[in-house]
């Protein structure tokens, strides 16, 4: 039976430089060739302390391994002194809990208080960094666990201790699935000397523990507005993130790391951002969209599915309006979004509005009568909900003037902008904030008659003679060129030309301009300048 010495050195400052004076005195007070060193964080209730190397291991320093590390701190020495030392993998034992303080951070998140055995608590500092470091200037013991409020500690093991190479590391404990996670085991002197050298604490000298802390859950903030600027901007915010959502509960969402401004990412979670998650520190720069704020990550769009937008088909006597809704119709087989039929709505704005009120969904997908639908659209697009309101205007095909561009094309309207306008600009899609997306939704089957031709034709070259920019100028000339060899093709180039003298003999006045809103009043001015009536 060798010589049992027991260290009774608590966690503090010049802790290691007492443990190391105090084994090389036990060596000396020895009376057996060997010396066990203890601690009082093991318990040895089970541990044979008969034990004595072979002679091919007798200058050796032994150590035994505890449930975390290959060594506990638990050593037989030889009292002559050893030139390495033999780790053993059997017997091991079992480290206590540590008896180091607790100071737990506090993100204002209502949850403080509930990690066990704290000593202290600071508030969260911007970043992990700075918090960190302002906790190392003023900790009184060598070793120190930080925790989070934002973290559950209910099943946490605090006997957890670093491997004695590892002792002047500073240790990360994962939250959830991120390694940059809110539970650390710091070495304070260490940490205090070194961190001044580092801008950034991901440059520290980090241990990651994959063993992870659960986070506790976001608060889910569910709205039914059509982005999510003004819910965020009016949030009275407990904790440092929140998930939005305008499409019901949320189940589970990425861990987004809270180390500094620029990990503290917005994070949609579908490809409309229907759920997403919002950190505290964008609500500063949000003014008109969530784009505002730098730091987004879009690679979590995956995680759930929006709600399919509402279509809705707006017809007013076309000739071909039957075959067109039948063939949308037909493309959304197996398709889950509603579709709803307006008809024979007078006036433009009306008929706009009429469309947004049979909506269901905040945006929905305006088909006009003239279009058919491009067989391969996909029906699940979304808006973007990070950005602020706005219509959507797709591509369609114009197979008489063999252009491609937004003119008769299927529109994502938004539908409080539908219903705040009241036709105030020559172009209803043009008066609210709009974004063109270069995805063809169809070919636009305008000259089935004359009357449709021609009405078609005068209303666009209205709109692009009111712009001067050069794709205006463009077009402008592809709708004044014959298209004779085309069914109705004369007519729709009459109507060009019937609207740009229209527009040089009323010189742009927009009141003037305004009229072609009105059906009754197209179809005056259409049998006055070419004596064509609405049923040709």
């Given at each position: ?179 940059f996670g809110d539970t650390f085991y710091m070495h304070t002197p260490t940490f205090r000397q070194r961190i001044g050298q580092f801008t950034l604490l991901d440059w520290y000298e980090i241990n ?144 706009y509005h009429a469309a947004a009120q049979a909506s269901t969904t905040a945006w929905f997908f305006a088909v006009f009568a003239k279009l058919c639908i491009n067989k391969e659209f996909n029906w ?157």
């Amino acid at each position: 039976m060798f010589d049992i010495f027991y260290s009774g050195v608590k966690p503090g400052l010049f802790a290691h430089e007492r443990q190391a004076r105090d084994v090389v005195h036990a060596g000396e007070l020895s009376s057996t060739r060997y010396f066990w060193w203890t601690n009082y964080l093991t318990d040895y209730s089970r541990f044979d302390f008969l034990f004595e190397p072979p002679p091919w291991q007798s200058d050796q320093r032994h150590a035994w391994p505890s449930q975390w590390q290959r060594d506990s701190g638990t050593y037989l020495i030889p009292k002559k002194g050893s030139v390495d030392t033999n780790y053993h993998t059997e017997k091991i034992l079992k480290r206590l809990k540590d008896l180091t303080n607790v100071i737990e951070i506090d993100h204002m998140d209502d949850n403080c208080g509930l990690v066990p055995g704290t000593t202290k608590t600071v508030r969260y500092f911007d970043n992990y960094r700075d918090t960190l470091a302002r906790i190392a200037r003023t900790a009184d013991s060598e070793y120190v666990w930080i925790c989070s409020s934002v973290c559950d500690y209910t099943d946490f093991d605090f006997s957890w201790h670093p491997d004695h190479w590892q002792s002047a590391m500073l240790h990360v404990f994962a939250s959830n699935e991120e390694k940059f996670g809110d539970t650390f085991y710091m070495h304070t002197p260490t940490f205090r000397q070194r961190i001044g050298q580092f801008t950034l604490l991901d440059w520290y000298e980090i241990n990651f523990i994959a063993k992870g802390v659960p986070r506790r859950p976001l608060p889910l903030i569910e709205h039914r507005d059509d982005t999510h600027v003004t819910a965020v901007q009016t949030q009275n915010w407990a904790g440092p993130l929140a998930v939005f959502s305008t499409n019901g509960t949320v189940d589970t969402v990425p861990t987004v790391p809270l180390w500094r401004e620029k990990t503290k990412n917005i994070v949609p979670l579908s490809a409309g951002a229907s759920q997403v998650i919002v950190p505290r520190a964008a609500v500063p720069y949000i003014r008109t969209q969530l784009y505002d704020y730098a730091n987004i990550d879009r690679t979590q769009r995956h995680m759930y599915t929006d709600q399919p937008l509402d279509i809705v088909f707006i017809s007013n006597g076309e000739s071909g309006a039957d075959r067109n809704y039948n063939q949308l119709s037909d493309s959304l087989s197996g398709k889950d979004n509603q579709l709803h039929w307006v008809k024979d709505v007078n006036g433009r704005v009306a008929a706009y509005h009429a469309a947004a009120q049979a909506s269901t969904t905040a945006w929905f997908f305006a088909v006009f009568a003239k279009l058919c639908i491009n067989k391969e659209f996909n029906w699940a697009w979304q808006p973007d909900r990070l950005q602020e309101p706005k219509h959507y205007i797709f591509h369609a095909h114009n197979p008489v003037t063999g252009l491609t561009y937004g003119h008769q094309a299927m529109i994502a309207y938004n539908k409080k902008l539908v219903l705040n306008n009241l036709g105030q600009g020559l172009d209803f899609t043009l008066d609210s904030a709009h974004e063109v997306v270069p995805i063809l939704s169809g070919t636009a089957e305008y000259a089935d008659t004359k009357w449709s031709a021609w009405r078609t034709a005068f209303r666009e070259v209205l709109k692009l003679k009111c712009n001067t920019d050069v794709d205006s100028e463009y077009r402008l000339g592809k709708w004044l060129k014959n298209h004779g060899a085309l069914k109705n093709g004369e007519w729709s180039r009459y109507g060009a030309e019937d609207a740009v003298e229209y527009y040089d003999t009323v010189a742009g006045n927009f009141d003037e301009l305004k009229k072609s809103y009105d059906w009754t009043w197209l179809a005056s001015y259409a049998f006055m300048r070419r004596n064509l009536l609405t049923n040709q």
